[in-house]
T-cell receptor
């Protein structure tokens, strides 16, 4: 089945550091990937839609200069949290769908998530 | 706008049946997904509904009524391992991005002995 790999799974770093998170589709090509953020005991909040070969589409309220997204190939999207601060500490999850057609019954497959802690 | 509501928490006994409801008001509709998420882990896909009616998959079933903007997830023969959050997600039709999902707040289910 479709597998999405996310790396790293856990990051602890100092305030002001930039952190890169990778999301890979292992056995399928993903022209579209999604990046979510989840705070404790809350649901998934979509941050942005990552499009291969073009600019990402950010949700309202998400700073595109803060959260840089690059989707350079059909199997890899990266999210870079620039100059991270404690309030950026969260669980970041990516997802991808093998068949992103609007009428597809194929679900999004999620990576294992990255727990980011900024000290 | 998009609005998806679920109960925040539920408790049920091992072996019992539990129904988790989800109501939605979205800009168009093109499918509803249910996901299970254990604490600290990524969500895993449970079910998909796009037409009215019941979809059964083992111990889990999901129902949809598009006219009412309503869905439920039914879990039978509850096991301790079913303790998790259950997320309802709707795919609106006017997103501009085909498979973009809007997630509900999630329901934390606690299964007790």
């Amino acid at each position: 089945g479709a597998v999405v790999s996310q790396h790293p799974s856990w990051v602890i770093c100092k305030s002001g550091t930039s952190v890169k998170i990778e999301c890979r589709s292992l056995d399928f090509q993903a022209t579209t990937m999604f990046w979510y953020r989840q705070f404790p005991k809350q649901s998934l909040m979509l941050m942005a839609t990552s499009n291969e070969g073009s600019k990402a589409t950010y949700e309202q309220g998400v700073e595109k200069d803060k959260f840089l997204i690059n989707h350079a190939s059909l199997t890899l999207s990266t999210l870079t949290v620039t100059s991270a601060h404690p309030e950026d500490s969260s669980f970041y999850i990516c997802s991808a769908s093998e068949y992103p057609d609007l009428y597809s019954n194929q679900p999004q497959h999620f990576g294992d998530g990255t727990r980011l802690s900024i000290l | 706008g998009q609005n998806i509501d679920q109960p925040t928490e539920m408790t049920a006994t091992e072996g019992a049946i539990v129904q988790i409801n989800c109501t939605y008001q979205t800009s168009g509709f093109n499918g509803l997904f249910w996901y299970q998420q254990h604490a600290g882990e990524a969500p895993t896909f449970l079910s998909y509904n796009v037409l009215d009616g019941l979809e059964e998959k083992g111990r889990f079933s999901s129902f949809l009524s598009r006219s009412k903007g309503y869905s439920y997830l039914l879990l039978k023969e509850l096991q301790m391992k079913d303790s998790a959050s259950y997320l309802c997600a709707v795919r609106p039709s006017n997103t501009g991005t085909a498979s973009k999902l809007t997630f509900g707040t999630g329901t934390r289910l606690q299964v007790t002995l």
